[in-house]
């Protein structure tokens, strides 16, 4: 901290609670944001698409006793330790983590999420921006530099990368900082950028969209690691690797339909693409997930899970008539499950915030 005395900061936390927040994110594409996959397929374009939602998850600082950093967030344990013996093999490791590279303790972090836990919709990595953005305020409350906005995702990345032991994607962190409608284009670490945003609907392009699209959460918690890692063991064994050029061909092309509004398209490339991967890991969808995929097709829709599935969240999308005659069939689906049903969003164009 550039020799910046402990007692300044513990000041600040004793005087304020630092808030932050960050959205979480529905998605297309997903995968493709990690560097084993974009940088042999790079001639393809290599590209996701995702939807920043305003379903936020919070983060507060406040003080704490000396010494010791203390983590709560809804549907984990509380957990306690000594800022020299923080895990980070831990359900709250990666917050850990980055109070550790911060190196600042006395502080009690609490987590707050607008979306279920676990539910695929990159809630952790939404934490992990907003968090980094709490940290950043403190320091700039104390006369230190502002961690400058797109160094944010990045750190956050680098440190669940980091923690992980497995290879990570951006795209999470990327819509939690920056917020709206985007594509982003992988370049990688060689290229003059590491990646390339472009923004897809304008502001009254979104308004439509937002009628357009059912959120489903399907009751079950997933793990995204299992699935993942299945799909970077294959892919690095030399197996369907046709499948993931055919994965690219699909995200490109949902991104040029709904930049130009054509719903039908872009229906039919996130049906291609969810098959595609289905054909690879049928464990994406459970009994009722399958449900909710064959509805949406056999409706005129398309539908897809959110994340890397096994779990979580499926989302549909389709012309405003469809999604509307699609809804209550969803909600029988769902209603079948406990703790399953639709969740109610709007899209956010925000982006991190501190909430002073």
Same mark, same amino acid.
């Given at each position: 901290m550039n020799g910046l005395a402990i007692n300044d900061i513990r000041r600040i936390i004793e005087n304020r609670t630092i808030t932050a927040s960050a959205p979480c994110r529905i998605d297309m594409g997903g995968t493709l944001d990690i560097g084993c996959f974009y940088y042999p397929l790079s001639f393809l374009n290599p590209c996701t698409f995702n939807i920043a939602?305003?379903?936020?998850?919070?983060?507060e600082i406040m003080p704490h006793r000396p010494g010791y950093i203390r983590i709560s967030s809804r549907g984990f344990e509380d957990a306690e330790y000594r800022m020299d013996e923080l895990p980070f093999r831990h359900p709250m490791g990666l917050m850990f983590a980055i109070a550790a590279h911060f190196h600042i303790d006395g502080i009690h972090i609490d987590i707050a999420s607008a979306s279920p836990p676990r539910s695929a919709l990159g809630g952790s990595s939404a934490a992990a921006v907003a968090l980094i953005a709490a940290f950043s305020r403190i320091l700039t409350i104390a006369g230190q530099p502002e961690i400058p906005l797109e160094r944010i995702p990045l750190l956050a990345h680098a440190i669940e990368e980091g923690v992980a032991g497995v290879p990570c994607g951006l795209q999470d962190q990327l819509a939690a900082a920056y917020g709206g409608i985007n594509a982003w284009y992988w370049h990688g670490k060689g290229a003059d950028s590491l990646y390339r945003r472009h923004p897809v609907a304008s502001e009254k392009g979104r308004t439509?969209?937002?009628?357009?699209?059912?959120? &489903?959460?399907?009751?079950?918690?997933? =793990? *995204?690691?299992?699935?993942?890692?299945?799909?970077?063991?294959?892919?690095?064994?030399?197996?369907f690797r046709s499948h993931w050029a055919g994965i690219i061909r699909c995200t490109n092309a949902f991104i040029d339909a709904v930049s130009v509004a054509n719903i039908s398209e872009a229906v039919r490339q996130m049906n291609q693409e969810t098959a595609i991967r289905l054909e690879m890991t049928p464990d994406v969808f459970d009994d009722i997930g399958n449900l909710l995929f064959e509805t949406a097709c056999n409706n005129g829709c398309g539908a897809r899970f959110t994340g890397a599935?096994?779990?979580?969240c499926i989302w549909a999308l389709g012309e405003s008539?469809?999604? &509307?005659?699609?809804?209550?069939?969803? =909600? *029988?689906i769902l209603s079948k499950r406990g703790g399953a049903g639709l969740l109610d969003f709007d899209i956010d164009d925000e982006g991190v915030k501190i909430c002073d």
């Open positions: 939602i305003d379903m936020r998850t919070r983060i439509c969209f937002k009628a357009q699209i059912l959120l &489903a959460y399907c009751g079950i918690p997933h =793990e *995204s690691v299992n699935i993942n890692s299945q799909w970077v063991q294959q892919f690095l064994s030399g197996k599935g096994g779990g979580g008539g469809d999604i &509307a005659d699609l809804k209550p069939l969803w =909600e *029988s």
